[in-house]
């Protein structure tokens, strides 16, 4: 081992003599240098090697090499490269290499060696990095269109990108990144020759059909690999509109977007996704122009907000789910949403809304998720009259619903409803005694800011009868917080003994009185 150390450390002399020469390090930062390398060579070199210490050494290079970046800067001084920082790079390629050697499963180790070596644009030495890493991390989809990507905008080398996600198709053939990657890479491909092709004809200069073939530049590749995908991954509708999302950012795939369309239409016709999104197209569709009225811009939007609607009434007749109806529901919350001046236009929107939702509850098929906001709809428009009236007919659907009846208690003691005590016993009925904690303490809220105080206290002997250890533990902590507040320090004692002591000394494993 000491040989080897010894070896290491004279490699290092060339470079450290002319550090020394052009002024960049002096005699004293030479020998501290060789004494820290001395002792990080030997940690290295042992028979149980250690991660830490590789990585402690290739840090302690790359600060090196940053030392002598700033260094250089200071002085002035631009030349030598050769012998000093290729040699440093090198050195901790090696190391590198090492490591990985030893641990090969470790992936940041990996991306560390390739963050480096882009760093220090040793492309050649990436290259080979990759290749090594994909050979033992063939799993990892990841890796591969980080491979993919830097062939891509790095090397300018899209065949190689393009092998490289044909490879990682045949470990990963359902992979829904990988296929939405590739395409993304194929028309950025194509987007590169039209531009290319254009400056060519724009400088009138001769060009062969072998150089730009028309099937390529028309975009056939990506759309050979958006049918492999559909045809690869069937039956999702949402990664099947991915590829049309994709497809829009480019301004050359009008066609390939009509068919992506077609396609979702034809295989999907069924699927709340697919309606969702053929209901928004009407809003991008006879768009105003731009030197219209605002009165003429509001009139339009009211026209393909209509549409819009239309669409969504053949969806919610064809597929009636809850899915659809929150997508339906979802839109016109949008809607009502966006800002606009136009008062004819926002109350459409609101009436709209409301009605939607109102429909919803009608066909039993109003996702739990949106009662909430329907609600909160109404407190802040001033219906207080309605909301009070929806919680009393909803409220037989709530069942079990936690969430459900603590939305509607929420609004109606928000609302000051006569009612608030009734709904509170009715939900303890329904709502299982282990989820009911939540419930508890808004009872208590309520009550102790609105009841007496002897009502309060009856409200909490109810909450300690609760067989549930988590309610009536959190209960009685707060009781007595409570009866100081209210009754004062006597009569806090009193609750202190009879009912929280007991707990703890049960806890301790002490007979209690």
Not at 179 to 198: A, G, I
Request: with cysteine; glycine share 2%; proline share 3%.
């Amino acid at each position: 081992m000491a040989e080897r150390v010894q070896w290491r450390l004279e490699e290092r002399l060339p470079e450290l003599e002319q550090l020394e020469r052009v002024g960049l390090l002096t005699g004293t930062e030479c020998r501290a240098l060789m004494k820290k390398v001395t002792a990080l060579e030997h940690k290295v070199q042992r028979r149980a090697l250690n991660k830490e210490s590789f990585i402690s050494y290739i840090q302690y290079e790359i600060n090196f090499l940053e030392l002598i970046k700033r260094r250089r800067v200071r002085a002035g001084y631009y030349f030598k490269k050769e012998e000093i920082e290729y040699a440093i790079v090198n050195r901790i390629h090696a190391l590198f290499r090492r490591a990985l050697s030893k641990w090969k499963a470790d992936v940041q180790l990996w991306l560390s060696h390739i963050a480096f070596c882009k760093k220090w644009n040793t492309k050649l030495k990436l290259s080979k990095v990759f290749s090594a890493m994909l050979a033992i991390h063939p799993d990892k989809p990841a890796l591969w269109m980080m491979a993919a990507k830097w062939e891509m905008e790095d090397q300018l080398s899209s065949e190689s990108a393009r092998h490289l996600f044909l490879r990682a198709l045949r470990f990963h053939p359902e992979s829904q990144k990988l296929y939405q990657e590739y395409f993304r890479m194929e028309l950025m491909h194509v987007e590169k020759m039209r531009k290319e092709k254009q400056l060519l004809e724009t400088a009138k200069l001769k060009l062969t059909e072998a150089e730009y073939p028309e099937e390529i530049v028309r975009g056939d590749l990506a759309r050979i690999v958006y049918k492999n995908a559909i045809e690869k991954i069937p039956g999702d509708a949402e990664f099947h509109l991915s590829f049309w999302t994709i497809a829009v950012m480019f301004d050359f795939t009008q066609d390939l977007r009509k068919e992506i369309v077609e396609d979702l239409q034809t295989l999907h016709s069924n699927h709340p996704v697919c309606w969702d999104f053929v209901a928004r197209q009407e809003l991008d569709a006879d768009l105003p122009v731009s030197e219209c009225s605002k009165q003429t811009k509001a009139s339009d939007v009211a026209r393909r907000e209509e549409r819009c609607w239309a669409v969504y009434e053949k969806a919610v007749a064809s597929v009636p789910t809850e899915a659809m109806w929150k997508c339906y529901i979802g839109f016109c919350l949008e809607r009502f949403k966006r800002k606009t001046n136009n008062e004819f236009l926002r109350n459409k929107r609101l009436n709209k809304v409301l009605n939607v939702f109102e429909k919803a509850s009608e066909s039993s098929l109003l996702p739990q998720a949106l009662y909430k906001q329907w609600l909160r709809l109404l407190v802040d428009q001033g219906d207080a009259e309605k909301a009070i009236r929806l919680v009393k007919s909803e409220s037989a659907n709530f069942a079990g619903s936690l969430q459900m009846w603590q939305s509607s208690l929420e609004v109606l003691i928000e609302l000051q409803s006569p009612d608030v005590s009734h709904v509170f016993q009715e939900a303890f009925q329904k709502v299982p005694a282990k989820e009911a904690l939540p419930l508890w303490l808004l009872c208590l809220d309520w009550s102790e800011s609105t009841s007496s105080v002897n009502e309060t206290e009856s409200v909490y002997q109810r909450a300690l009868q609760t067989p549930i250890a988590a309610v009536s533990v959190t209960v009685k902590e707060r009781y007595l917080d409570w009866a100081l507040k209210a009754r004062g320090y006597k009569r806090a004692r009193k609750v202190f003994n009879r009912s929280v002591a007991g707990v703890y000394q049960g806890r301790a494993g002490t007979p209690t009185g």
